[in-house]
């Protein structure tokens, strides 16, 4: 017996509830990215990644692994040295030992008028930005707490230069 599931289409709307967008991304932390992507695939069957890698804003170097499996991406971040680092190393182990945490879900935004409704209701409902990032040509993003939650929510607005990168990630 094969079993379909039927779902409701995306929400793709500038209707309020910040978790009420398309969530398309779930984020992970590590303190070693080659580690965490083979922890992943032999254990997971996560084993096909795209990558980048770049220096951050004060000195210090983020690199991130992104796998597709079916319509959700899967993103792996490692930020090292450095205050801008924290934001993406505060939840790993203080001793320094290998870990692999939980950090956000990310969610699409498709449209300049869903955009500004999301940045509005942040800021109508009054929560807290942890990460606000602008690249030109690549994508502007945003991350809020959710300390209810226990992890951030991302959201991503592509310009063409993201969508096409997203494009070109492996598929699991």
């Given at each position: 017996m094969t079993v379909t599931l039927n779902r409701p289409a995306e929400?793709?709307?500038s209707l309020s509830g910040l978790?009420?967008?398309e969530q398309f991304q779930t984020g992970y932390v590590t303190?070693?990215?080659d580690r965490a992507c083979k922890l992943l695939g032999e254990t997971y069957g996560i084993d096909k990644y795209s990558f980048i890698e770049g220096e951050m804003g004060d000195?210090?170097?983020i690199r991130v692994a992104f796998a597709w499996v079916?319509?959700?991406m899967y993103e792996i971040i490692d930020a090292k040295g450095g205050k801008d680092a924290?934001?993406?190393t505060d939840r790993l182990p203080k001793d320094g030992s290998f870990g692999l945490v939980f950090h956000h879900l990310g969610y699409m935004i498709h449209n300049g008028?869903?955009?500004d409704a999301v940045k509005a209701e942040i800021a109508k409902r009054k929560m807290t930005v942890a990460l606000d990032m602008a690249t030109e040509g690549f994508m502007d993003a945003i991350y809020i707490e959710a300390p209810e939650l226990g992890h951030y929510l991302e959201y991503l607005?592509?310009?063409q230069g993201g969508l096409q990168f997203f494009d070109a990630v492996p598929a699991n």
């Open positions: 929400p793709v709307n978790m009420r967008k303190n070693d990215l000195g210090g170097s079916g319509g959700n924290e934001f993406y008028e869903e955009w607005y592509p310009a």
